[in-house]
């Protein structure tokens, strides 16, 4: 069983910046596909990031150029770098793991960019 705890949410103004991080329980990032999700007030939820067990990213075109996944194995911390925050952009935003044809989900953190 895989727990996965963000954190680094909060308060910030359009045009500001925001890094999230998220700590699995286990060192799974070799044989895991790592994203981030975001789910708004009265909105389905939608994958922003992901990351696979490779290294590659891929973006949905709505934050390409402002949201960057990335991870570090020796902190064991994979994270969601945004920039440029829109209030579109406000969120929860949910870590995910999928690995041996499961998939785990943190707890959120709220984002919520506004003046």
């Known amino acids: 069983q895989v727990q996965l705890v963000e954190s680094g949410g909060g308060l910030v103004q359009p045009g500001g910046s925001l890094r999230l991080s998220c700590v699995p329980s286990?060192?799974?990032?070799?044989?895991?596909?790592m994203g981030w999700y975001r789910q708004a007030p009265g909105k389905q939820r939608e994958l922003v990031a992901t990351i696979f067990n490779n290294g590659r990213t891929n973006y949905p075109d709505s934050v390409k150029g402002r949201f960057t996944i990335s991870r570090d194995s020796a902190k064991n911390t994979v994270y969601l770098q945004m920039v440029s925050l829109e209030p579109e952009d406000t969120a929860v935003y949910y870590c995910?793991?999928?690995?041996?044809?499961?998939?785990?989900w943190g707890q959120g953190t709220q984002v919520t960019v506004s003046s």
């Open positions: 286990g060192r799974i990032f070799s044989v895991a596909t």
């Open positions: 995910n793991a999928i690995l041996f044809s499961a998939s785990y």
